[in-house]
């Protein structure tokens, strides 16, 4: 757990940097509720935990950022109404969470019924989701109570203090060792030219 001045990254969908601060109720201050009411979404890491806050139809919702699914990036998703819930939909596979609840809906038909007429269905809580308190202008989020489980936190953890970035300088650092191991050993890549 962080300490009660520790600071830690939040990266703004504007690609700008700031910071959140841990408050002594142990509330985490995201930002400011008129930045992200301008934005309408915004990630951040919380105790390595990285988490989207999104602001929508005038509240504000806050869950893991990766889906339950396989781990997309839910801040890029499109938020839709269904059967009258406002939800996330993943941007790579299409599942879709309700912001309230973390709910994970599906549309399903009775096979019995005559003429079966889809309806929407709920997989249960899936998406872990973050308390939200609005303050003097500004927006926290509680730190998750990790005693309790969800499908999302095998994602949330997998992508702990690492994000996007970081898996991108890892790629980036494995293609340069194996150019520099090239470099070296040119014999041991005998389909390829050696590099000059």
């Not at 504000?60 to 889906?67: E, Y």
């Not at 599942?95 to 005559?114: Q, R, S």
């Not at 300088?169 to 030219?193: F, G």
């Amino acid at each position: 757990m962080s300490s009660l001045n520790e600071l830690e990254d939040v990266d703004l969908q504007s690609s700008s940097t700031e910071t959140v601060e841990m408050e002594p109720g142990g509330l985490i201050l995201i930002g400011k509720e008129d930045d992200i009411k301008k934005s309408r979404r915004i990630t951040a890491k919380v105790n390595g935990r990285e988490i989207v806050v999104f602001y929508h139809e005038g509240k504000f919702h806050a869950l893991d950022s990766r889906c339950y699914h396989e781990g997309g990036p839910l801040c890029l998703g499109e938020i839709e109404d269904i059967n009258g819930q406002a939800c996330i939909i993943c941007p790579w596979h299409k599942y879709k969470i309700t912001l309230e609840t973390g709910e994970g809906l599906y549309e399903a038909i009775n096979p019995l019924e005559p003429s079966p007429t889809p309806q929407w269905q709920s997989k249960g809580v899936k998406q872990r989701i973050h308390n939200v308190t609005i303050d003097n202008g500004n927006v926290y989020v509680s730190p998750p109570d990790l005693s309790v489980s969800f499908d999302s936190d095998y994602f949330a953890d997998k992508y702990k203090n690492s994000g996007d970035l970081a898996m991108q300088k890892q790629r980036n650092s494995q293609a340069e060792e194996e150019v520099m191991a090239r470099k070296q050993n040119p014999s041991e890549c005998p389909n390829e030219e050696p590099l000059s």
